[in-house]
């Protein structure tokens, strides 16, 4: 889950991590009053969208009288803002961010991400603050610095030396201020259950202060029942609806490029699905996992989300019957074609406890556009086939 900067530095600000002043606003009269609390003489209109790259897209701008404020907010309220993380589709400015500006002596990158290689916390951070860190990687991975940090004993003194070190920072009170500011950025991180936090730019003011300009959050779903506070700053108008639909329903839907619908139980079979689905030429449409307990209902729901995209040419459903079986299924694909309009061909390979029976249950369905793949690969390329025809 993600959460919007001016929630990000709602928290930081309770870890003592430190922010500009900042008060968010829904409307452009909103946005006045807040710049004529804050005092100025230089504000930061900021929109507020779950996407990076703001500034490039025009979501940021600065602003030096009152009247500048009025006129970038009501630039930016209601805009569709496009960045290299929207994708071209955009994503509607409800909401801005009216933040105090600041003395900008340096700009630096600094995260706390998971690393699943090493299977711990990882600190990174770059002199290069302002830049996409995937630009800096890979064009100049020299200035990207990477510290690993083991749970077991948490953020240590030689960690913080090893940041400062890297960031080329000599000074001794400059030193001491970011290893303290790390040292409260993990513990936000674990704290709060934390996938990635990310200021770009963390910038040092003309004082040798370290203040975080911009703040990017995310956590673990699946911990948030045990995170309340977290939770409750869940933006659903910034989420794919389809991808909420589907959850109601126990789905894990993603939205792809392609044009073969994939419906399949487990996430690894689906990653091997969409893997196989692209080494016979095709293009997976989206990640659709079902779970262990495909039935009628839920089936009928995966064809209604996966047809909902136009690009949609096939629909290639990957059933592995463990706990379910395999007649079962095939009995609930059925039905679920009864429910659901499905206005293209479905290819369905079916392994597993009673597959030779499910096989036959669908042979004897008598659906003009329901296929039967003898085997992942069979399955994959006759999905393939027939999106080519459609």
Known sequence: MNIHEYQAKQIFQKYGVPTPKGIIAHSVE?????????????????????????????????????DEVKKYADEILGMTLVTHQTGPEGKLVQKIYIEDGADIKDELYLSVVLDRKTE??????????????????????????????DPAIGFQGFHGRELAFGLG?????????????AQKLYKLYMENDAEMIEINPLVKTGAGDFIALDGKMGFDNSALGR???????????????DELEAAKYGLS?????????????????????????????????NFLDVGGSANAETVA???????????VKAIFVNIFG??????????????????????????????GTNAPEASEILKNANIANLIVGDDLGDGARKAVEAAAKA
């Open 30 to 66: 909103e946005a006045v009053a807040n710049a004529e609390e804050l005092g100025g003489p230089v504000w930061v209109v900021k929109a507020q969208i779950h996407a990076g790259g703001r500034g490039l897209g025009g979501g940021v701008k600065l602003a030096k009288s009152i």
């Open 322 to 351: 463990g706990i379910v079986r395999c007649d079962r299924i095939a009995n609930g694909i059925i039905e679920a074609t009864k429910i659901t309009d499905v206005n293209v061909p479905v290819i369905v390979r079916l392994d």
């Open 169 to 181: 920072i000599t000074d001794k009170l400059e030193q001491r201020s970011i290893i303290k500011f």
């Open 227 to 241: 995170q309340p506070q977290i939770a409750e700053m869940r933006d659903l108008a910034e989420e794919d609806a």
């Open 253 to 285: 839907y993603v939205a792809l490029d392609g044009e073969i619908g994939c419906m399949v139980n487990g996430a690894g079979l689906a990653m091997g699905t969409m893997d196989t689905i692209n080494h016979m030429g095709g293009t997976p449409a």
């Open 120 to 149: 711990m916390p990882l600190i990174m951070a770059s002199t290069e603050g302002g830049m996409d860190i995937e630009t800096v990687a890979e064009e100049t991975p020299e200035k990207i610095v990477t510290i690993p940090v």
């Open 301 to 311: 729901k995966g064809f209604e989300i996966i047809l909902k995209n136009p690009k």
